[in-house]
C-alpha cells in the first residue's frame, strides 16, 4: 500500500506542475525527482555506488 501512495502523490505533484507550468517543467521535475530519490537510496546504503558506476560505463562482474 506505500507504493500506491506514494504513486499517487508523485502522479498528483506531476500533474499540479502540468496543468501550471507545461511540460518541460513536468520533466524537469520528474528529473529531479529520480535523481533525489537515486540520492536517498545512496544514502541509506540500499545501492553501491562503485556497481552502479561499473553498470553504466558497461562492466560486467561474475561476482
Known amino acids: 500500500m506505500r507504493a500506491t501512495v506514494v504513486g499517487m502523490g508523485v502522479g498528483a505533484v506531476l500533474a499540479v506542475v502540468a ?10 521535475v520528474a528529473v529531479c525527482m529520480a535523481l533525489g530519490a537515486l540520492v536517498a537510496r545512496v544514502v541509506s546504503g540500499d545501492v553501491d555506488v562503485h556497481r552502479l558506476l561499473d553498470v553504466l560505463r558497461g562492466r560486467r562482474s561474475s561476482s
Open 19 to 28: 496543468l501550471t507550468l507545461g511540460f518541460w517543467a513536468v520533466l524537469v
